[in-house]
């Protein structure tokens, strides 16, 4: 691979730039102009994506919670803070709505030409691995949201459905993908 040549935008010289830089520095540039990262990086295949139900599991809840990524422990003064701020009862969808929501999420993804592997709308979270598609995560699962608080309001539901955001977990083989699909199935009965 040929080597990354650095292109000065206001005078810079890579020299004195590199120079600056300590030794760390100097092999992550070196490693880029090598090819070494690109080599690493992998072609991601699909995704699961994970939401809550409003209310339903709290940062610092006793299970642990996701932030950013990360799976934190038990925090008991986060978790009362948060119950605190609570503006709308706790969700928990029955089984017509889980029903409702689930529907509409695939008539939804569809619609989009959205493949879905495995979906899972339990009382207080929703699961689905689906494929790469031409819009991001953030907007497919703004689109499913939004979809299924449409219908279920349709039928009498009230107040916030869903919480803020979402976790996702990329998959990059069949294996890693088939695992997600099967931990997504097995929430079926939830």
Not at 15 to 37: Q, T
Not at 80 to 103: D, F
Request: hydrophobic content about 35%; proline content about 2%.
């Amino acid at each position: 691979m040929a080597e990354v040549k650095y292109k000065p935008h206001h005078n810079y010289n890579p020299a004195i730039v590199m120079a600056g830089l300590n030794e760390k520095w100097k092999m992550v540039v070196d490693k880029i102009n090598c090819g070494y990262y690109q080599k690493m990086v992998k072609k991601i295949i699909g995704y699961m994506v994970t939401w809550t139900t409003y209310g339903s599991w709290l940062q610092g809840d006793k299970r642990g919670y996701v932030k950013n990524g990360r799976v934190l422990a038990q925090n008991d003064k986060l978790k009362s803070a948060n119950q605190r701020q609570q503006k709308y009862p706790k969700v928990k969808l029955n089984t017509e709505q889980k029903q409702i929501a689930e529907n509409t999420i695939i008539e939804e993804a569809r619609r989009i030409n959205h493949k879905i592997f495995a979906i899972a709308v339990c009382s207080n979270h929703v699961h689905i691995v689906a494929g790469v598609s031409e819009e991001s995560i953030e907007q497919a699962v703004h689109r499913y949201k939004y979809s299924a608080t449409l219908a279920l309001r349709k039928f009498g539901s009230q107040g916030k459905i869903w919480s803020k955001g979402f976790d996702k977990r990329f998959c990059f083989t069949d294996e890693e993908l088939e695992n997600k699909v099967r931990y997504v199935r097995s929430h079926n009965n939830g």
